[in-house]
């Protein structure tokens, strides 16, 4: 797996090192655009979940989520 620069780092709440690097950065603007503007939200969220939910495609997994203006709870601009 190809890893680039840090853009990011925050601890989740099991103490774990989450890293933004550069490569999952330019997925997020190639596919994802409507998130760019929420870069700190998202570091936040992963650091400071307001919930988790399990993932169904692995079964250790935790999803954080948290209510951010603008967005649904799918991560979607309000309004799309």
């Known amino acids: ?3 680039g620069d840090a853009i990011a780092e925050v ?3 099991e103490g774990r090192l989450v890293r ?6 330019n997925h ?5 655009l409507e998130l760019v503007p929420f ?6 969220t992963i650091q400071q979940p307001e919930h988790r939910a399990g993932c169904a495609t692995r079964s ?8 951010t203006a603008g967005l649904d709870p799918r991560g979607y ?3 799309r």
């Not at 933004?20 to 950065?25: I, R």
């Not at 870069?39 to 936040?44: D, K």
């Not at 250790?60 to 209510?67: H, S």
């Open 1 to 3: 797996m190809e890893t």
């Open 11 to 13: 601890e989740n709440p």
């Open 20 to 25: 933004l690097d550069t490569v999952a950065w």
């Open 28 to 32: 997020v603007v190639e596919e994802h």
């Open 39 to 44: 870069l700190e939200e998202t570091m936040l």
């Open 60 to 67: 250790r997994a935790l999803l954080p989520t948290r209510r």
């Open 77 to 79: 601009r309000a309004g």
